[in-house]
């Protein structure tokens, strides 16, 4: 770890202004927090947990960051269940019978048929594997909702992410020759444990501001109407303040712009958004809730 | 590490940074001496760019959790600018309010503020944490007597302790719907069919068993210590029980069970509120029984749920309808759970004559007035 004199001398000032831009020529619109964060989770190295509530684009910090970094990414996606042979290696069991019965008749001797069974061909690398085998740049490791995975998965996962070397008995032990970029993200649905926790540098991700929402939508739609973008964007930040079961994020303003745009739509007008309230509301609830509440009072709302 | 940090040029900055983590640390955010080295460093990679970002370095190295995060920028302004602490943080050491000139200045990173030295701070720290002695006590506290300071750590505590018995509950319940592992075994003997050859992989996973909660909860008068914590509970369980449903009751009975999938504790309570007008009020257990075995009865009951009553077993009604009512419950349900807050005090016998009554009828008949008498639940369900 180099000392911090050093780390003074070599470091140029706008370095995080620079993650900004980069970030930006990939299509995210990262604020100077995000950045630093980011910046931290390189340069400490630090793997950087970002909580945030659904569709405020966690995931895509993680792909903007491999892109940026021009790297490879990573992703393990987390579910109930999920357990350390489908995250780090499997043998790929078929294959190694099938191998046992072509070399049965052949001479050779046993414990050459199990150096070769046993071998790199067989294994199933699975994606906290792959992310240590990596040997070109570190590659950006996403380990995405991790608050599905149980706490048995988290206990393990917090042994790669301090040593990042694994072992695998049949082979020895494989130590990261590139240390990955690690970003966790988490809807909290749960707590996750504090060893966890503490392990990690921390990013929460609230719901754009009007600006910001309104820049993300023409950074990623820029021939989409600005006028329009804006009372879209307006529409969506009145949805959410309704105290809905799923409050909509910026994915459903980038759906409702984009299905204005198949749609040819100059105007977004009540009938409009009528047509196009599926893109933002995804449960029964909470359309009945924004009709009872009427689409067209908070078009109005919205201003001209 | 240490070593680096003695050789470096400049010790002042370093010390202002240390002392700023010992100070978020007396106020509340859980922070170690890993969480230190790392601020140092962090803020020395982002030094002489500004000091907003130094806020959001120390910030992200610092805070673990959205409370963390948003208490930050307050602690932040505190230490670096002497604003003072607005309420609720808890814990403040004291003469950290103090303005200090010199800080207002902004010599960042400097000597400026090194409040937090006073004698106070140390003695609140060491307050911060919660001791094996403080936990076993705040376990055992009746909840209608939980004195004001401690209604905050026992929140929190309760949240942990239920947190992990329910998981434990889950698991033991959810199993896995996957495909299991490759059973070796099986897979052979099936092979011995082709002549050895094994075409087939046999897998094996644990049986399915899904368990189904239903909570009822009396939420009236008599019960008012004990409902928002019962609620907590409740609110807990439902987090890891794909299948729970809730209701409350005083004299009808409401379905809560939306207001259990809020995001947060705070919310799920606003959502009750808003769902239910019956919160306090006067009982009737039989009338609110016979609500839910006639409205909710055929879906909910079944031979995998268990029913769980959470009530002091004061009722206006005559115990007659109570009776009717729970013979028809337990011969649908699995199991009928009645926990009530006052079988924990050494004086209660279960006289009134509704709870008498209806005790033939109940599996498991166990006090619920504090967390030790919640987590015990394990054993039962």
Redesign the interface.
């Known amino acids: 770890m180099p000392s911090f004199a050093d780390d003074t001398q070599e470091e140029e000032s706008g370095e995080i202004s620079e993650f900004i831009r980069g970030f930006g020529r990939f299509g995210y619109v990262a604020d100077r927090a995000l950045a630093t964060a980011v910046y931290l989770l390189v340069r400490l190295p630090k793997p950087l947990l970002i909580e945030g509530h659904a569709g405020v684009g966690k995931t895509e910090v993680a792909k903007a960051l491999a892109s940026y970094l021009k790297t490879e990414l990573i992703r393990l996606q987390c579910y109930e269940g999920l357990d350390a042979h489908s995250a780090l290696y499997e043998w790929n069991y078929q294959k190694q019978l099938l191998a046992i019965r072509v070399r049965e008749k052949s001479d050779k001797p046993v414990e050459e048929l199990e150096r070769h069974i046993f071998g790199d061909d067989f294994l199933l690398k699975r994606p906290l594997l792959r992310s240590i085998l990596c040997e070109s740049s570190s590659p950006v490791l996403l380990i995405d909702e991790i608050d599905r995975a149980d706490e048995a998965f988290e206990a393990f996962l917090l042994e790669i992410l301090s040593e990042f070397q694994v072992t695998i008995p049949e082979l020895g032990t494989v130590q990261a020759k590139r240390i990955p970029h690690v970003i966790l993200t988490s809807n909290s649905t749960r707590e996750l444990s504090d060893a966890l926790k503490r392990r990690c540098l921390y990013h929460w991700i609230e719901y754009p501001s009007l600006e910001k929402e309104t820049e993300i939508v023409r950074t990623r739609l820029p021939e989409f109407d600005y006028e329009l973008a804006f009372r879209v964007v307006r529409f969506m930040q009145l949805v959410r303040r309704m105290s809905l079961s799923k409050p909509p994020g910026i994915a459903e303003t980038l759906d409702l712009s984009q299905a204005l745009m198949l749609l040819r739509r100059k105007q977004f007008d009540p009938e409009t958004a009528e047509q196009v309230l599926g893109c933002v509301l995804k449960s029964a609830d909470d359309l009945a809730k924004i009709r009872r509440e009427g689409v067209g009072n908070l078009l109005l709302r919205t201003g001209a | ?1 240490l070593d ?1 940090i003695e ?3 400049d010790l002042e900055p370093i010390r202002s940074v240390v002392e700023f983590c010992r100070f978020v640390r007396a106020n509340g955010l ?3 001496i ?2 230190t080295i ?1 601020s ?3 803020v ?6 500004g000091l ?2 130094s806020r ?2 120390l ?3 610092l ?4 409370r ?2 948003d208490l930050f920028d307050q602690l932040f302004d505190a230490f670096w600018f002497g604003r003072r602490l607005e309420k609720p943080v808890r814990r403040i050491a004291p003469g950290n309010s103090a303005v200090s000139a010199r800080n207002k200045q902004g010599i960042y990173l400097g000597v400026g503020n090194l409040a937090s030295k006073e004698p106070g701070a140390t003695k609140e720290e060491r307050k911060v944490v919660t001791g094996a002695s403080a936990v076993d006590r705040l376990r055992k506290v009746d909840f209608s007597r939980v004195p004001q300071d401690d209604l905050a750590e026992l929140g929190r505590l309760s ?2 302790l239920l ?1 992990r018995m329910s ?1 434990r509950l889950s ?1 033991r319940f ?1 199993l ?3 495909r299991g592992r ?1 059973d ?1 075994r099986r897979t052979i003997r099936a092979g011995a069919a082709r002549g050895g ?2 075409m087939e ?1 046999r897998h094996k996973s644990r049986k399915k068993q899904a368990v189904k909660l239903v909570i009822l909860l009396d939420v009236s008068d008599s019960m008012n210590p004990y409902s928002v914590f019962l609620f907590r509970f409740a609110y807990v369980l439902g ?2 029980f794909d299948q729970l449903s809730c209701f409350v009751f005083s004299t009808r009975l409401v379905n809560v069970s ?1 207001a259990l ?1 809020a ?1 947060s504790l705070p919310d799920a309570l606003r959502a009750l509120s808003t769902i239910t007008t019956c919160w306090s009020g006067g009982t009737r257990i039989g009338g609110a029984l016979g609500e839910f075995n006639r409205s909710f009865g055929r879906r909910m009951r079944s031979t995998e749920t268990s029913v769980l009553i959470l009530s002091d077993g004061w009722d206006a009604d005559e115990p007659g309808s109570l009776i009717g009512e729970l013979r028809i419950l337990k011969q649908h349900v699995k199991k009928l759970i009645w926990l009530n807050p006052l079988l924990g005090l050494d004086e209660y016998e279960p006289v009134t004559r509704s709870m008498s009554a209806a005790l033939p009828y109940i599996d498991v008949f166990a006090p619920a007035h504090n967390l030790q008498s919640l987590l015990e639940l394990e054993r039962h369900v």
């Open positions: 590490m680096a050789m470096s040029r859980d922070s170690g890993r969480a790392d140092v460093r962090a020395r990679i982002v030094d002489q760019v907003d970002d959001h370095a910030r992200a190295v805070s673990a959790s959205k963390d995060w949240e942990r947190r998981l698991r959810r896995t719907s996957l490759i070796l050859e094994m992989l987090r890891h939306d999938k995001r």
